[in-house]
């Protein structure tokens, strides 16, 4: 399937996750701003997918971004970051929000496991209760997008 297809609507994702749970598949849900991937994003996208079989994986809008992380932020735009996760092989769908968290989509995708970083306390995990289980993902020390934007900006 070629990455723009992965890219879904609120519509599409709740028909693509009723497909798949009709085949009896397990709904993984994960997401953030993935502004710059880097091996943190990636070791989340791949340790969520680990967890079932279909990875959904919602991504804050440009406006959701600006807000939380700054004015400056983000450095790609929604449409060219979707493309890119979406081109992962670990990830099946993409979907963006425009909210500040994804709470109404994964009351939509309503997931078998919902998946965080280590950095969230279960309590603070937008959604939880949408989900049958919620794992946290042990980050990798040192790898963020703001990291690498100091870096760049020395």
Partial sequence: MKAKDKILGPRQLKNFVLAARKKGKKIVFTNGCFDILHAGHVSILEFSRSKGDVLVVGI?????????????????????????????ESVNAVSI??????????????PDVLVK???????????????KKVVRFKLLKGRSTTNI?????K
């Fill in 60 to 88: 804050n809008s440009d406006a959701s971004v600006k807000r939380l992380k700054g004015p400056s932020r983000p450095v790609n735009a929604q449409a060219d970051r979707a493309f890119v996760l979406a081109a992962l």
């Fill in 97 to 110: 929000f425009e909210e500040d968290t994804p709470y109404d989509l994964i009351k939509l995708v309503q």
């Fill in 117 to 131: 970083g280590g950095d969230y306390k279960i309590t603070e995990i937008v959604g939880r209760e949408f989900s």
């Fill in 149 to 153: 934007i100091k870096k760049v900006s």
